[in-house]
């Protein structure tokens, strides 16, 4: 008996091993314990416990019952095995089309961080290195170092955020013109893009908070000519067309002479519109060539050397390049506004 049994544990086991598919457990089990003519069955059915003395009817009904639940839990954890197999194979390699997709959500990039890593490349195209300054700044570098008089109204409390050690949050990305002319030395060719803060009045065109792109070239020669063919070179990459740029005198302290760079309106051509205020241009960024004093209190010879220097307002250049009629709406955290910018740049 003993023989018979252990003859059927090890044939089962090496049906079971040799099982794949849950059909194919299933066969192993009509064929040991099926009820018409299972091996095991069969085995359990043709004893004669009529013929056996008390003690051998224990001693071999224990040892059927014993083969028949080892089967049973044998057979159990081989087809629990296949289907766990079966389903990480279904996960794995088997999809069915005629189902609706699993709906991913991916993020997006903010318009004025694709705009910052547009602006790097097109400037690393034209050999500016980018550097990034500091958001706490020295009332030495986002003022003094830049020609901004000590009574000049930009230092009011009004424009400034000032912090209790007397650093201050920097109003704008020039503030890194004069450190990064001491640390690099001349020539020159960089761009700054950052944060800036002031402390103003909220409305559709004004936040607290924005991004500039500063951008700054030294050298022996450098003229407005420079400036301007830097300025439409990027102009052209940013809109994706020819554009004509104009400049008017504007004052800075820090740039002689000061500009004020237009962009013909893009949305109506230079004809007039609502948006260009029917002028047919479109205010787009201060510039200027670098004040000699500045020059001076980054250590550059202002009678060797000249340099130009533009403050792009790169969340304003957003704004103009999407067509986002509101800047609150870049912070205002509400996905519905960043869903429809792209996860890729
Ligand atoms: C400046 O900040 C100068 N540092 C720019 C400069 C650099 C001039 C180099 C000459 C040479 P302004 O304050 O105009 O200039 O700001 C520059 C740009 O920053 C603006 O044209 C605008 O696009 C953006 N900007 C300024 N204030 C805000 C604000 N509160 N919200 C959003 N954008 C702003």
Known sequence: MTADTDALREALLHELAEAREPDEVERVRVKFLGQKDGSITTLIRGTNFGALDKDERRVVGNELSGLKSFAETAIRDARQQVEAVA???RRRGLVDLTLPGERVNVGS???????QLFLEDVFRGMGFMVEQGFEVETE?????ALNVARDHPARDMQDTFWLDSGALLRTHTSATQVRAMRKYGTPLRAIFPGRCFRYEALDASHETSFYQCEG?????GVTVANLLSVMQTLLRQVFER???VRLRPGYFPFVEPGFELDLSCLICSGEGCRVCKHSGWVELMPCGMVHPRVLEA?????ETHSGFAFGLGMTRLAMLKYGIPDIRLFDSGDWRFYRQFPATV
């Open 109 to 115: 990039i903010n318009p004025v961080n694709t705009i």
């Open 87 to 89: 389903a990480r194979q």
């Open 242 to 244: 020819d554009v004509s």
């Open 216 to 220: 700054l070239m030294v050298d022996r």
């Open 298 to 302: 980054a250590g550059v010879d202002p």
């Open 140 to 144: 030495y570098y986002n003022f003094d």
